[in-house]
């Protein structure tokens, strides 16, 4: 089951959980309300996942590619990990699947207060396009993840501020819906 809390306001280093004192966790359907979903999958058979192409199908993500993120795989390792942990929004839903490894998905509540998602080995997460979020490796510095779209792949990040971006407007006017 997903793991994510409220974060702590240190701006040391951004691998550590960062828990809130005292404890705030959030629970999968506060995730849900901030347009988040979240899938336990088995890593181990991703390739013939009748589960992960059922999900596939049912959300139209026809491209997918993996990426490995550590300092031995990805060219510019360091320039990149900064790039990922600057907050940012994507025009179209940010998808991924972890493979291998770990990390943290940041994500703004409606108060605009950083949730953290301790994502591991077999966990499937959808961001939606506009909300402001970003990612970090946790201490062991490694992640392994399937990288899925509805088409071509755009990566393109905006980051904050972005809210003249429609996507971001069509997100504010969900979660105004969803209160």
Not at 45 to 56: F, G, Q
Not at 143 to 150: P, S
Request: negative net charge.
């Amino acid at each position: 089951m997903v793991q994510a809390w409220y974060m702590d306001e240190a701006d040391d280093d951004p691998r550590r959980p960062h828990r809130a004192e005292p404890d705030r966790p959030v629970g999968l359907e506060q995730l849900r309300r901030l347009g988040v979903y979240y899938w336990k999958l088995d890593a181990d058979k991703y390739e013939n996942d009748p589960e992960l192409e059922k999900i596939r199908k049912e959300r139209n993500y026809s491209w997918m590619d993996i990426i490995t993120i550590c300092k031995d795989k990805l060219p510019n390792y360091e320039e990149k990990i900064k790039i990922f942990y600057e907050e940012h929004l994507h025009l179209d839903d940010e998808v991924r699947y972890i493979l291998e490894g770990s990390g943290y998905f940041d994500v703004r509540d409606k108060e605009d207060k950083w949730i953290r998602i301790f994502m591991e080995k077999g966990d499937l997460i959808t961001l939606p396009a506009g909300i402001y979020h970003r990612f970090t490796l946790d201490e062991k510095n490694y992640v392994k993840a399937m990288r899925l779209f509805v088409g071509e792949p755009v990566w393109t990040a905006y980051n904050r501020p972005a809210d003249h971006f429609e996507a971001r407007g069509q997100y504010v006017k969900f979660l105004a819906q969803s209160a």
